[in-house]
């Protein structure tokens, strides 16, 4: 999964980015003219446990990548609207992470001066769709004019989508909000469209609102729509907490009053607006998380792995991880029974701890 971090010039996004990646804040990489990229291993209490159980050679957790998109990071940019090659760095990824600014901070003004979340919320949100309607317009202008020479049911029926997709656009409305069939659905991912994206929302507060955070998050609760979440935190405090040991982390936490660190919130939001879950593999060799969609089968699982295993699919012997974890080996869940034998069709549960059985 690659989740693009993008926001208005000093609305925290080097400072979260740092945090994420559990980087040491190297003052002069934070105005870096370039696209950062940086990979977060997915914390998982659960692999962790499997780790003590079969004590494996190698522990391999679910990776997310964090791109940090420095498009906006010039005076100019907020109010000359967005650079093309900061929209092209961010069409390739999964979800968008915005951040806004709700801090004060006089020495790093707000490049329009004023500290009004939905504002922004509100600018980045017309850049984008700006971006897609003219990908839409220009689209549009070519197949109507294959359509004018001669008639072609696949390109009409892109036309009449496109249509759909610029009304909504005009209406100031993200494609995310849209219903699409699943064919609608595949044709339009091709596009690559900003506002198609998923979206989580960071209502980036000052160190002293922490307190208020949820009064905060509460007056916010509208921004919680169809393929769009938000949380409110301090990056700031989140990075200072982020540099210590991690044996003092929990306590900072506890004593800011800050039930999660931000990296294991932002992953677990992502995790959710994408539907995302895990399943397992384990053994003296290697414990792993793998990521799949809700709602995926045993053989499509079996591809996260390996295409050979989607290929030749047998079976896939199953324990959720809880079970596991009451009865304390594999050895002891098979003598009772507890290890099923399911088909191609089974749809695998989060936490399911999966044996695959194949031939190619
Ligand atoms: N008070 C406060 N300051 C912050 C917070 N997050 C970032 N800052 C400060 O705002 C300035 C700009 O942050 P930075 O992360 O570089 O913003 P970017 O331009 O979006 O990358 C830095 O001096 C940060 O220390 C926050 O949550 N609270
Ligand atoms: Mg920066």
Redesign the pocket.
């Known amino acids: 999964m690659q989740i693009g971090i993008t926001g208005l010039p000093y609305a925290g ?2 400072t979260l980015f740092t945090t994420l990646l559990s980087r040491k804040s190297e003052s002069d990489s ?2 870096k003219k370039e696209t950062e990229k940086g990979i977060v291993k997915v914390p998982d209490a659960r692999l962790d446990h499997l780790t003590e159980i079969f004590n494996p050679r190698r522990k391999v957790p679910a990776t997310i990548e964090y791109l940090k998109v ?1 498009g906006l ?1 010039s005076q100019s940019s907020a109010t000359k609207g967005l650079p093309v090659h900061f929209l092209s760095n961010l069409k390739t990824v999964d979800v968008i992470l915005l951040v806004v600014r709700a801090f004060e901070n006089p020495l790093y003004p707000h490049p329009l001066n004023r500290i009004d979340p939905q504002s922004d919320i509100n600018f980045v949100n017309t850049e984008f769709l700006l971006s897609d309607l003219a990908i839409i317009e220009t689209r549009i202008e070519r197949i109507e004019k294959q359509l004018s020479k001669v008639h072609n049911e696949t390109y009409q029926k892109e036309l009449e989508l496109l249509f759909k997709c610029r009304n909504f656009l005009e209406d100031e409305k993200p494609l995310r909000a849209l219903t699409l069939s699943p064919e609608e659905d595949k044709l339009l991912r091709g596009f690559q469209f900003l506002t198609a994206k998923p979206l989580i929302i960071v209502i980036n507060i000052d160190e002293k609102e922490i307190p208020q955070a949820e009064e905060i998050a509460n007056r916010f609760s509208y921004l919680k729509t169809i393929n769009t979440t938000y949380t409110v935190l301090c990056a700031a405090l989140e990075k200072e907490i982020s540099e210590l040991e991690p044996a003092d982390q929990s306590l900072f936490l506890e004593e800011a009053g800050i039930a999660e660190p931000a990296l294991n919130r932002l992953i677990r939001l992502s995790y959710e607006l994408l539907g995302y879950i895990s399943f397992f593999t384990v053994g003296e060799d290697e414990c792993r998380a793998w990521t799949i969609i809700n709602g995926d089968n045993a053989q499509k699982a079996g591809r996260a792995i390996h295409s050979d295993i989607e290929r030749g699919f047998i079976r896939a012997e199953i324990v959720h991880y809880t079970t596991l974890l009451e009865n304390g080996s594999l050895s002891a869940c098979r003598s009772k029974g507890l290890i099923r034998s399911e088909g191609r069709d089974y749809i695998i549960k989060d936490g399911d701890v999966i044996e695959f059985r194949f031939n190619v």
Do not use: C, G, L, V
Request: hydrophobic share 15%; net charge neutral; glycine share 0%.
């Open positions: 996004k080097s934070f105005h420095p990071d």
